[in-house]
């Protein structure tokens, strides 16, 4: 299902492919954008493996509650500081071997749809080795790019809760070597799982 799919994207494009789907599974596929090759190529895939549309399996009730209980700690750190250090990873990464990498990929002509090829600085890197952009600036673009995929997963954390009630906690820093502040916050977290790990043995 999944070759199938691809191929057919690849083939008669995402538009068609998506008209297509709007045939058999509107209802996914209204959700969906005409042009976005891999959710529809995944819908698509899905309404051909199982016989059911994407939409059709989110209305299902799913798994029942696992027997456990969750304590979750969150990382949220301020949005200037994380982008400093994106762009600082994003230079680690290619004074590590990035370009050549992406070039490797490249080389071995794999479908752009794939997620190995939509990875954070492949398209932006694979840019530069078309000769389409210079180098900084594709550097800028995928830190942007990364920045905001950072900002999504903030916001989707900040409305959906890991923990119940105090079982949560957020830390607003970042974590990177061992030092002092980082230490007290690592303390900060450790005693928090503790307390709730005793209370729950104490109430078993």
């Given at each position: 299902?999944r070759?199938?799919?691809?191929g057919?994207?690849e083939?008669?494009g995402p538009?068609?492919?998506?008209?297509?789907?709007?045939q058999?599974d509107?209802e996914?596929a209204?959700?969906l954008?005409?042009n976005?090759t891999q959710?529809?190529s995944?819908?698509?895939?899905v309404?051909t493996?199982?016989g059911?549309?994407?939409?059709w399996?989110?209305s299902?009730?799913g798994?029942p509650p696992?027997p456990?209980?969750?304590?979750?700690?969150q990382?949220d750190?301020?949005?200037?500081g994380?982008?400093r250090?994106?762009?600082s990873?994003?230079g680690q990464?290619?004074e590590?071997?990035?370009l050549?990498?992406?070039s490797?990929?490249?080389?071995?002509?794999?479908?752009?749809?794939?997620p190995?090829?939509?990875?954070?600085?492949?398209p932006?890197l694979?840019?530069v080795l078309r000769?389409?952009?210079?180098?900084e600036?594709?550097?800028?673009?995928a830190?942007l790019?990364?920045?905001?995929?950072?900002?999504?997963?903030?916001?989707?954390?900040?409305?959906?809760?890991?923990?119940?009630?105090?079982d949560g906690m957020?830390?607003?820093?970042r974590?990177t070597?061992?030092?002092q502040?980082?230490?007290s916050?690592?303390?900060k977290?450790?005693?928090f799982?503790s307390?709730?790990?005793d209370?729950?043995?104490r109430?078993?």
């Amino acid at each position: 299902a999944r070759t199938e799919a691809r191929g057919l994207a690849e083939e008669i494009g995402p538009e068609a492919l998506y008209a297509r789907l709007m045939q058999v599974d509107p209802e996914t596929a209204s959700g969906l954008r005409p042009n976005d090759t891999q959710r529809i190529s995944r819908a698509w895939e899905v309404w051909t493996g199982t016989g059911h549309g994407l939409a059709w399996w989110r209305s299902q009730p799913g798994l029942p509650p696992a027997p456990c209980r969750f304590v979750s700690v969150q990382l949220d750190p301020e949005r200037e500081g994380l982008r400093r250090a994106i762009d600082s990873r994003f230079g680690q990464m290619l004074e590590a071997g990035a370009l050549e990498e992406v070039s490797a990929l490249l080389e071995r002509g794999l479908d752009p749809v794939l997620p190995a090829m939509r990875a954070h600085g492949v398209p932006e890197l694979a840019a530069v080795l078309r000769g389409e952009v210079p180098l900084e600036e594709a550097r800028k673009s995928a830190v942007l790019a990364i920045g905001r995929y950072t900002r999504r997963q903030a916001t989707w954390f900040r409305h959906h809760a890991l923990g119940k009630g105090d079982d949560g906690m957020i830390s607003l820093r970042r974590y990177t070597h061992p030092a002092q502040e980082s230490e007290s916050q690592y303390e900060k977290i450790e005693n928090f799982i503790s307390e709730r790990v005793d209370a729950a043995a104490r109430a078993s």
